[in-house]
């Protein structure tokens, strides 16, 4: 029943050491978003595709990444990680896009950067 | 980017009680807002939205309320069960994109 998938659900890297986070949808939505969230602070957007476009947000930094392939899978890439990036990423998807859609979380993603 | 906050960071209330959580919205032109419940070490899970051409929605036990004259929202979670503990999020979209934006967060706690 899984709908949005995260894995792994905990992943270790060293600083500096390139890592990749997956996502996977079973709901075949156009749109996938890759939100940050650090601890005790709100889900910060990094970029978004809807379907294959990539909309990456202003203040997203260059060290992020990511890649579709295809339309059920999606890949945040962090270059070279810093302590600053340990942090949960969340994966989204929703359906269409331009507004009133309901925006459906995976489980999450938890960064440890050593 | 858009200034979504919410009144409490934390509220506290006793098993059984209703649960009133509070969001303020600054942009106007705002149409769509969701709220998310958030469990430690989850993704947000959603819970109930409300377009901006309706003032009130009912879910399972939760109410979420819409004043747009004052851009204020509010979810209401009627008799509280220490399973609602978690935290909460209010999230607003504008029409004519697909970004979210989130507020920082109410942490409800139920005293059983």
């Known amino acids: 029943d899984a709908m949005v998938i995260q894995n792994p659900r905990y992943q270790v890297t060293q600083f500096g050491k390139p890592v990749t986070l997956s996502c996977s949808q079973t709901?075949?939505?156009?749109?996938m978003y890759w939100y940050q969230q650090k601890s005790s602070q709100a889900p910060k957007l990094l970029f978004h595709?809807?379907?294959?476009?990539?909309?990456n947000e202003a203040d997203t930094p260059d060290n992020f990444q990511s890649r579709r392939p295809n339309t059920s899978f999606c890949f945040l890439d962090i270059r070279s990680p810093g302590l600053g990036d340990a942090a949960m990423y969340l994966c989204?998807?929703?359906?269409?896009?331009?507004?009133?859609?309901?925006?459906?979380f995976g489980p999450g993603t938890r960064l440890l950067v050593l | 980017g858009e200034s979504v906050g919410l009144h409490l960071p934390t509220l506290s209330v006793q098993e059984g009680d209703n649960s009133i959580i509070n969001c303020a919205y600054s942009?106007?032109?705002?149409?769509?807002f969701i709220w998310y419940k958030q469990e430690s070490g989850k993704g947000p899970q959603f819970i109930i939205d409300?377009?901006?051409?309706?003032d009130k929605r009912q879910g399972q036990r939760v109410t979420v309320l819409l004043n747009k004259t004052v851009k204020h929202l509010s979810l209401q979670i009627a008799a509280t069960q220490p399973g609602d503990s978690a935290v909460y999020f209010c999230?607003?979209?504008?029409?004519?994109?697909?970004?979210?934006?989130f507020g920082t967060g109410t942490s409800l706690t139920v005293i059983p």
């Open positions: 999230a607003e979209n504008l029409n004519t994109g697909n970004q979210f934006y």
């Open positions: 709901l075949n939505h156009n749109v």
């Open positions: 595709y809807y379907d294959k476009d990539f909309n």
């Open positions: 989204a998807t929703s359906r269409q896009a331009g507004g009133q859609e309901t925006q459906y």
């Open positions: 409300i377009r901006s051409n309706m």
């Open positions: 942009n106007s032109a705002s149409d769509y």
